[in-house]
């Protein structure tokens, strides 16, 4: 199954960096791709569902997740309940750096769900999650780098 692995240093602290990356229902006012998310359901505030719709080169898929979010780690982990890739799982992450900024990530495992056409189209799949993750992370670098910015 590939597997997407994309890591971005924010010159943020860590909270905000944090802040930015949980509040999934902002996504779209800053990233291009997602087109919305919207959290369905929240038991608690560690589970939550959301139901996204994202482009990647020019498809428009639709998934709805389920996630659990660990505050204290910085950690929120997801699968997809439905949609429309066989199998879609990972984790977004923001680690703090001795210099006070932060990293942030997102790894994702998945499977497109066409056993027959999954040798040719994973790659295919993987090399597109990752340029458009590496673009999400870019675009909230640039949200949380203009939110500090703004006295």
């Not at 919305?36 to 498809?59: P, Q």
């Not at 066989?86 to 210099?99: L, N, S, T, Y």
């Not at 799949?125 to 458009?132: M, V």
Request: glycine fraction near 4%.
């Amino acid at each position: 199954m590939p597997r997407v692995d994309v890591d971005l240093r924010i010159e943020v602290p860590p909270d905000a960096a944090w802040a930015a990356v949980v509040d999934v229902e902002r996504y779209p006012e800053c990233m291009e791709s997602v087109d919305s998310v919207e959290v369905t359901e929240r038991t608690d505030d560690r589970h939550r569902t959301t139901a996204w719709s994202v482009r990647l080169k020019g498809s428009l898929l639709h998934w709805t997740e389920a996630e659990v979010i660990d505050h204290e780690a910085r950690r929120f982990s997801f699968e997809q309940v439905s949609g429309d890739l066989g199998r879609f799982a990972g984790h977004w992450a923001v680690r703090a750096e001795p210099d006070g900024t932060s990293t942030v990530s997102l790894h994702a495992d998945f499977d497109i769900g066409i056993p027959l056409l999954a040798e040719m189209l994973n790659p295919v799949a993987a090399d597109a999650l990752r340029e458009n993750a590496g673009q999400m992370l870019a675009a909230l670098e640039q949200r949380l780098l203009e939110r500090t910015a703004t006295p």
